[in-house]
């Protein structure tokens, strides 16, 4: 197996689940309706135009505690191998993740 080439993409969706990533203890999986999928200037896309249900690896650090259900998430994410996306870390270069709950202002 290879990794793919450098890639980001700006994906936004509601949050439909989380759970503890089953491998990465640092890691939570986010299952997301996506909405959108667009291109991220510069970048290989591998995922433009994705809809549907994903599933988003997030660095837990980088997420509000809690359930999250029905919260937007709007990030640029890769995909970094045998189909599995990934959030870009809040302190990576270019990462501009975003959580806002349903009834309430965007959270960092």
Do not use: K, Y
């Amino acid at each position: 197996m290879t990794a793919p080439i450098e890639n980001r993409t700006r994906l936004r969706g509601t949050v439909l689940g989380r759970r503890p990533h089953p491998d990465v203890a640092r890691w939570d999986v986010l299952t997301l309706d996506a909405a959108a999928a667009e291109p991220v200037d510069g970048w290989t896309d591998l995922l433009s135009g994705a809809r549907g249900q994903v599933e988003v690896n997030v660095d837990a650090s980088d997420l509000p505690e809690g359930d999250l259900v029905g919260w937007i998430f709007v990030g640029v994410v890769r995909v970094v191998g045998s189909g599995a996306i990934a959030a870009l870390p809040a302190a990576a270069p270019g990462a501009s993740t975003t959580l806002s709950p349903p009834d309430g202002p965007i959270l960092h």
